[in-house]
């Protein structure tokens, strides 16, 4: 029997130790009685029996020592990939991380040498950059540039063009955040054969694979790419899914013997472990009733990119990106003519609505703010009336 979500009910998560709301008064000065929180990528929904069920039966257990269970998390993964994605990966091939931001630093780490280049596609998610330097080791941007129907693209030939010889590595973000690329095959091959020419690690953070919209594909890079898999990292998790990243669960899973060993051993070295939390969340999850709650979910937030999308597209000097992917708008404010001062003026304290700044993601984000459109439907349509007031003297 098919169950039905209601993805309008609003859950209260002001005080519970949620970064999207507590945080969002000290963070940008919109206090979250009256603010819209648009910014960080977690999603404001109840999270579906299948996940309460199972972490009941865990609480009930009374008993949180040391456990088995990582190879059922692992089967589960290969399981949800395979129904979901076309993709096989060997559970022998995972490794569990605290989450993907951690993944990320460790492949840094692991994979290069302080004053190593990283390659990485701008505007991109920003802990990329972070994570970069904060090991040490240089970022290169490489911008995407923008089509005429308004798509993200890479440009390979100019990459190309600007090695140094000093890149050790590219961090690719598929669906790509925030641009909301779906990739498709030939992009991948092209950028797969680019990894293989000048001898790069691809590390492939593919955590928003679930989040596609109508009509569009996500093909893992191991299936769009097989000849890859040597020098390939894959980055997946059910946190952003689910909505399960307070748990701080992610897989890295790496086909090539040498790189594996390489990881495996430098997760090793670290002591690090799939969490109880992340392993129940994550079972639960990848199963055939979570497969249900997604395909409503992407239902709800198509409905929500139609509204969002549609309203700001009509605010004059405002153009949204054509999303393929994610819950997360990209918001061009260029046409504006203001400074990204006074816009952030309007939209934090006129409209009281708090996205994350485009400047974060790194070149060609500047003129860009990004928001969330993962909450209600009732939510959205209160931030787009006031985006609309906050605009109103460019009619
Ligand atoms: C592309 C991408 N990678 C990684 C992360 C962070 O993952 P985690 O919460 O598992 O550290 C995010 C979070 O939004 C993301 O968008």
């Known amino acids: 029997m098919t169950v039905l979500y209601n993805f309008d009910k609003p859950i209260e998560r002001v005080g519970t130790n949620c970064t999207k709301w507590d945080l969002m008064e000290p963070a940008f000065g919109v206090p979250a009685s009256d603010g819209i929180p648009m910014w960080v990528a977690d999603m404001d929904f109840e999270a579906p029996d299948v996940l309460q069920e199972a972490t009941k039966s865990l609480i009930e257990k009374a008993n949180y020592g040391y456990f088995t269970g990582e190879p059922e998390m692992k089967d589960a993964v290969a399981w949800w990939m395979e129904t979901r994605h076309g993709w096989s990966p060997d559970p022998r091939h995972m490794f569990s991380t605290a989450g993907l931001g951690n993944a990320i630093a460790i492949c840094i780490q692991t994979f290069t040498d302080p004053g190593d280049e990283v390659i990485i596609f701008t505007p991109v998610y920003h802990e990329f950059t972070k994570k970069i330097v904060n090991a040490d080791r240089v970022v290169k941007e490489s911008p995407l540039v923008i089509d005429a129907d308004g798509l993200y693209r890479m440009d390979l030939d100019a990459l190309g063009k600007s090695l140094s010889g000093k890149e050790k590595m590219l961090l690719f973000c598929s669906p790509h955040n925030p641009a909301g690329r779906v990739w498709t095959v030939e992009e991948q091959k092209a950028l797969a054969a680019f990894c293989i020419r000048h001898d790069l690690i691809l590390v492939s953070d593919e955590i928003h694979h679930d989040l596609t919209f109508p009509g569009q594909t996500h093909v893992p890079m191991p299936v769009a790419a097989p000849e890859v898999a040597e020098r390939l990292v894959m980055l997946t998790s059910s946190s952003k899914t689910f909505n399960t990243a307070g748990s701080r669960l992610g897989t890295v899973t790496v086909p090539g013997a040498d790189l594996r060993q390489r990881f495996g051993h430098a997760l090793k070295a670290l002591n690090l472990q799939a969490n109880l939390l992340g392993?129940?969340?994550?079972?639960?999850?990848?199963?055939?009733?979570?497969?249900?709650?997604?395909?409503?979910?992407?239902?709800?937030?198509?409905?929500?990119?139609?509204?969002?999308?549609?309203?700001?597209?009509?605010?004059?000097?405002?153009?949204?990106?054509?999303?393929?992917?994610?819950?997360?708008?990209?918001?061009?404010?260029?046409?504006?003519?203001?400074?990204?001062?006074?816009?952030?003026?309007?939209?934090?304290?006129?409209?009281?609505?708090?996205?994350?700044?485009?400047?974060?993601?790194?070149?060609?984000?500047?003129?860009?703010?990004?928001?969330?459109?993962?909450?209600?439907?009732?939510?959205?349509?209160?931030?787009?009336?006031?985006?609309?007031?906050?605009?109103?003297?460019?009619?």
Do not use: H, K
């Open 279 to 395: 392993c129940v969340l994550t079972c639960a999850a990848y199963s055939p009733r979570g497969a249900e709650w997604v395909d409503q979910l992407t239902r709800y937030l198509d409905g929500n990119r139609s509204a969002f999308l549609d309203a700001v597209a009509q605010i004059p000097g405002l153009r949204p990106m054509p999303m393929q992917a994610t819950y997360l708008a990209w918001v061009d404010f260029t046409n504006t003519g203001m400074e990204m001062s006074e816009i952030l003026r309007r939209v934090r304290n006129d409209a009281r609505i708090a996205p994350s700044v485009g400047d974060e993601f790194g070149s060609g984000g500047e003129m860009f703010l990004r928001f969330n459109i993962g909450t209600t439907r009732a939510r959205i349509n209160t931030a787009i009336s006031r985006l609309q007031d906050a605009f109103s003297d460019l009619q």
